[in-house]
């Protein structure tokens, strides 16, 4: 009977007195690390939806008070904002699948004995990791390949980068190659080894590159900053940028638009450097808050596999 009731024990109750402690502790230890890395965006959210003047007090720090959403009415009033989502919006989408695209042809094409100078043109990208030409030089070089004020130069300086062409190069090599050798037996050539064989299987490693990617992307401001003139080829990020910057003269003159304040009411909407700035905020990071738990697993998973090889 003692040996039937041990048996039919759950493995909570066989746990020692030292691993329930060690579960416990490991617990308290990733809640209080989860609300590390979760309140900062609370806290942007709430500010950015609560009484300005409380918010410009730093009153409010767990619940919202006075909630409104004037500040995103007039923060998405602002002059040039949707053309500068749009910049934005277009340059993470067409920048992103170029990238994976290139990404995973070089990637494969570098495991490939058959490429002429294969370890030359592998070392020869890997090397641009270590030594950059500088802001200056690099300027000079697109405004001679004519892309000063040229939406492509957000596009064309990334779509080749050695970080993820590692990555999926790294992959590919755990792949058996057996696969290929069995393809190429039944007379497939490089492009359909690559499109109908590789590039399927390659779908975690490829999810991380378009993560880190898009994020690059649509988070970059500094190339807007060095290489464009033309407002109307500004990102969101640039624009919301300057905006952040210029938060003082930018409430001043939203309050002074809309008139004069006779009540409590409209003294707690109008805008403030503290509103205008928590409400950008919220603005250019919940897009990529939203879209990048869709990516998590093969994130996770291309990491994993595209770190090992075998």
């Known amino acids: 009977m003692k040996n039937n009731h041990s048996k039919s024990s759950s493995p909570a109750q066989q746990r020692t007195r030292g691993e329930k402690v060690y579960n416990i502790f490991n617990i308290v230890f990733f809640l209080v690390v989860t609300f590390i890395c979760v309140y900062p965006f609370y806290y942007l959210l709430i500010n950015s939806i609560s009484n300005n003047n409380l918010s410009a007090a730093g009153a409010?720090?767990?619940?919202?008070?006075?909630?409104?959403l004037g500040n995103y009415k007039e923060v998405?009033?602002?002059?040039?904002?949707?053309?500068?989502?749009?910049?934005?919006?277009?340059?993470?989408?067409?920048?992103?699948?170029?990238?994976?695209?290139a990404s995973a042809y070089l990637g494969f094409m570098f495991t490939q004995q058959q490429m002429w100078h294969r370890s030359f043109w592998?070392?020869?990208?890997?090397?641009?990791?270590?030594?950059?030409?500088?802001?200056?030089?690099?300027?000079?070089?697109?405004?001679?390949?004519?892309?000063?004020?040229?939406?492509?130069?957000?596009?064309?300086?990334?779509?080749?980068?050695?970080?993820?062409?590692?990555?999926?190069?790294?992959?590919?090599?755990?792949?058996?190659?057996?696969?290929?050798?069995?393809?190429?037996?039944?007379g497939a050539g490089t492009f359909t080894v690559f499109g109908k064989i590789i590039l399927p299987m390659c779908t975690p490693i490829l999810a991380t590159v378009a993560i880190f990617t898009?994020?690059?992307?649509?988070?970059?401001?500094?190339?807007?900053?060095?290489?464009?003139?033309?407002?109307?080829?500004y990102s969101l990020q640039y624009l919301l940028y300057t905006y952040i910057n210029q938060a003082n003269s930018l409430a001043a003159s939203v309050k002074a638009s809309g008139g004069s304040a006779v009540n409590a009411a409209a003294m707690a909407t109008q805008q403030t450097p503290t509103s205008i700035r928590m409400t950008?905020?919220?603005?250019?990071?919940?897009?990529?808050?939203?879209?990048?738990?869709?990516?998590?697993?093969?994130?996770?998973?291309?990491?994993?596999?595209?770190?090992?090889?075998?």
Do not use: C
């Not at 898009?214 to 080829?233: C, E, H, P, R």
């Open 122 to 186: 592998y070392r020869f990208i890997i090397v641009t990791m270590y030594f950059t030409a500088g802001i200056i030089p690099m300027f000079i070089t697109m405004k001679n390949y004519g892309l000063t004020n040229n939406f492509w130069v957000y596009i064309l300086p990334v779509i080749v980068q050695p970080f993820n062409i590692i990555l999926v190069k790294t992959f590919i090599e755990s792949i058996p190659k057996s696969l290929q050798e069995a393809a190429e037996m039944d």
């Open 60 to 68: 409010i720090r767990w619940l919202p008070a006075g909630i409104h």
């Open 280 to 310: 950008v905020s919220v603005i250019v990071v919940l897009p990529i808050l939203f879209i990048y738990p869709f990516f998590q697993r093969f994130f996770v998973k291309g990491m994993m596999l595209g770190a090992v090889k075998g």
């Open 76 to 101: 998405f009033g602002l002059e040039g904002l949707p053309q500068a989502a749009l910049v934005s919006l277009a340059r993470t989408v067409i920048g992103t699948v170029l990238t994976v695209i």
């Open 214 to 233: 898009a994020v690059g992307q649509w988070n970059s401001f500094q190339d807007t900053l060095i290489y464009m003139t033309d407002s109307k080829l």
